[in-house]
């Protein structure tokens, strides 16, 4: 069955001023036009809706029972159908899923959940791992904001640079590595250990150190950072990764951190998500928090302008 949905707004208009006159004027077209609307809303409802008595009309005991719902569904409809407006963070009542790589989860996920409960009280988070490059879960809307170490390939996707990290090596305290000059050699001639989701034993530093006429020895892929560091702290296994992300993973943990033997470049860190939100103020309101936060990881650590004490 077809109908005209303007019909809810001239039937809104009759049952409220209880005339066609009045809707009619209400509405500003002419009586002869709600006229019409009225026997189009009859034919369609099967019912008078409006009777008249005497020299005045009254709602029908349908057009009572229904008045209030018809006045909330216009209502509803304009609110959809009209401008944004301002956004209320403590009446939010929505659920966001962030999935980001492990590290930066375990190194930004605290600030964000309590940036966004301090002001979004209603605003539940669900902190996804990262199973690996999915952009069809971001443009389901099953994922609303990823991370990513490369821009993604398709125009839906929106991105944005937060920062970029240098890689760094991270050992035991004591392992022989931290004792001397660390070259490249010896950086290659240890056992190390790779970090992935797919169990690789090869990432791009085997590549790097190929152009250098070297070759070193994988021991064992890991899945996440978490592990990787945890298993350099109780082996004399070398673990390379992102400084900025891991930085406090690796001081929580009393790691010795090496700066890496050889130049690579810094490694990229974006913000991803679908081009369907570029609207939406909440969504903009935590991708800003959560870009905020992030790119705190890479400010370089303030120094204290204050004048020394007296010496005592």
């Not at 369609?44 to 009309?57: C, F, H, K, P, W």
């Not at 190929?210 to 996440?224: I, S």
């Not at 860190?269 to 679908?274: F, G």
């Amino acid at each position: 069955m077809q109908l005209d949905l303007n019909l809810l707004t001239a039937l809104d208009a009759l049952l409220e001023e209880g005339s066609v006159a009045g809707a009619a004027d209400r509405l500003h077209v002419t009586a002869p036009a709600m006229s019409r609307s009225l026997g189009r809303i009859r034919k369609a409802t099967g019912d008078q809706i409006l009777v008249r008595t005497g020299r005045s009309m009254v709602p029908t005991t349908r057009a009572l029972a229904m008045r209030a719902q018809v006045h909330t569904l216009v209502q509803q409809a304009h609110q959809l159908l009209s401008a944004q407006h301002e956004l209320d963070l403590a009446a939010l009542d929505r659920v966001f899923t962030v999935r980001w790589h492990d590290a930066l989860t375990t190194a930004c996920g605290t600030a964000l959940i309590t940036a966004v409960h301090r002001r979004a009280p209603g605003v539940r988070l669900r902190l996804s791992a990262e199973p690996g490059t999915d952009d069809a879960e971001l443009r389901r809307g099953e994922v609303d904001l990823e991370s990513s170490a490369g821009p993604p390939t398709l125009p839906d996707i929106r991105h944005r640079l937060v920062g970029s990290d240098r890689l760094v090596v991270a050992v035991r305290p004591g392992h022989p590595l931290t004792e001397g000059p660390l070259g490249i050699e010896r950086y290659a001639a240890a056992e190390h250990l790779t970090v992935s989701r797919r169990g690789s034993l090869h990432d791009p530093i085997d590549d790097a150190l190929a152009t250098h006429g070297l070759e070193r020895r994988v021991v064992a892929a890991g899945p996440t950072a978490a592990f990787a560091l945890q298993l350099a702290r109780d082996t004399d296994l070398v673990v390379t990764l992102p400084h900025a992300v891991t930085r406090a993973a690796r001081e929580h943990l009393g790691l010795a951190t090496l700066p890496l033997p050889f130049p690579l470049p810094e490694v990229p860190l974006y913000l991803l998500w679908h081009q369907r939100y570029d609207d939406d103020r909440a969504h903009t309101w935590l991708r800003e928090t959560a870009t905020d936060i992030v790119r705190a990881l890479f400010a370089p650590p303030t120094v204290s302008n204050r004048p020394a004490g007296p010496a005592g």
